[in-house]
T-cell receptor
Framework: AQSVAQPEDQVNVAEGNPLTVKCTYSVSGNPYLFWYVQYPNRGLQFLLKYITGDNLVKGSYGFEAEFNKSQTSFHLKKPSALVSDSALYFCAVRVLNNAGNMLTFGGGTRLMVKP | EPEVTQTPSHQVTQMGQEVILRCVPISNHLYFYWYRQILGQKVEFLVSFYNNEISEKSEIFDDQFSVERPDGSNFTLKIRSTKLEDSAMYFC?????????????FGEGSRLTVL
């Protein structure tokens, strides 16, 4: 079975400060890891993914994430937060040999960026 | 930019009634999914669909649920006899066949309220 944990329900950060949203995963096999963002009353928007190669992946809106195999983590980061980054962030994992290729999502972390 | 569209955006129904939620995936995508999100909770996988058949389903997707691709464009989720606990936001998603490592593209969701 595959699972994702986002240990923080909410992260508060001041505008201009760096932000980190944490994610750890558990899979049997090589993971494909994803971050999605959900704005109020909207669907899920893809931010970035890790498949293979460089452990640091860059995505939309200045976000990046670092894959750490030994710690089974895939934390989302941004060097300088914007108020407009305030949203719900979901980490997700998929395993290569999963027949249906379903994504398993974490519980989500609400990011609040204050001016 | 191509997108996944869902209708209706919001449906209110009485317990025991049948509901059909409709989705138009991105035109060249061949993998289709339904997820749901109960208010304030995590995004949960329901079912994946490929080559006109279910490839994977979760425990949530019991006999009350069914999916269909009645024509070349629509992908529907039917709940035969709705229960109060079916109240949730239902998200449709699609993925391109050639992108085994590819991300899912989500629609804006259909909010179902069962009274």
């Amino acid at each position: 079975a595959q699972s994702v944990a986002q240990p923080e329900d909410q992260v508060n950060v001041a505008e201009g400060n760096p932000l980190t949203v944490k994610c750890t995963y558990s899979v049997s096999g090589n993971p494909y890891l994803f971050w999605y963002v959900q704005y109020p009353n909207r669907g899920l928007q893809f931010l970035l993914k890790y498949i293979t190669g460089d452990n640091l992946v860059k995505g939309s809106y200045g976000f990046e994430a670092e894959f750490n195999k030994s710690q089974t983590s895939f934390h989302l980061k941004k060097p300088s937060a914007l108020v407009s980054d305030s949203a719900l962030y979901f980490c997700a994992v998929r395993v290569l040999n999963n027949a249906g290729n379903m994504l398993t999502f974490g519980g989500g972390t609400r990011l609040m960026v204050k001016p | 930019e191509p997108e996944v569209t869902q209708t209706p955006s919001h449906q209110v129904t009485q317990m025991g009634q049948e509901v059909i939620l409709r989705c138009v995936p991105i035109s060249n995508h061949l993998y289709f999914y339904w997820y749901r999100q109960i208010l304030g909770q995590k995004v949960e996988f329901l079912v994946s669909f490929y080559n006109n058949e279910i490839s994977e389903k979760s425990e949530i997707f019991d006999d009350q649920f069914s999916v269909e691709r009645p024509d070349g464009s629509n992908f529907t989720l039917k709940i035969r006899s709705t229960k109060l606990e079916d109240s949730a936001m239902y998200f449709c998603a699609s993925r391109a066949q050639t992108a085994n490592t590819g991300e899912l593209f989500f629609g804006e969701g259909s909010r179902l309220t069962v009274l």
